[in-house]
């Protein structure tokens, strides 16, 4: 199976950029479509962006579009969440996670195997 590891996060003010990286070992990154998902202080996880495995098809959910890109490098084993314009209510735990259904971009946590541990993102005022 494979397991992933994100890192990049930190403390950035508002209106930086910060990127994410989610390395996978185990298993080689292309067999899985990814996703990115959040965690805020006190709330749910909720989906963020997802792209495929053949990177023909990327999703974001509404409220980073023009802000964040997801991106991969499979021969490098890694995908990316490049995160621009951050603000405050961006500040959550990040985690990647792999699918390897038949569902490319899907939104749905169930349908993601296996998650990273997460990576902290705060975004300052």
């Known amino acids: 199976q494979v397991q992933l590891v994100e890192t990049g996060g930190g403390l950035v003010q508002a209106g930086g950029s910060l990127r994410l990286s989610c390395t996978a070992s185990g298993r080689t990154l292309s067999q899985y479509h990814m996703g990115w998902f959040r965690q805020g202080p006190g709330k749910e996880r909720e989906f963020v962006a997802a792209i495929a495995r053949s990177e023909s098809s990327t999703r974001y959910v509404d409220s980073v579009k023009g802000r964040f890109t997801v991106s991969r490098d499979n021969a490098k084993n890694t995908a990316y969440l490049q995160m621009n314009s951050l603000n405050p209510e961006d500040t959550a735990v990040y985690y990647c996670?792999?699918?390897?259904?038949?569902?490319?971009?899907?939104?749905?946590?169930?349908?993601?195997?296996?998650w990273g541990q997460g990576t902290q993102v705060t975004v300052s005022s």
């Open positions: 996670a792999a699918n390897a259904g038949l569902l490319p971009v899907t939104s749905r946590l169930e349908h993601y195997g296996y």
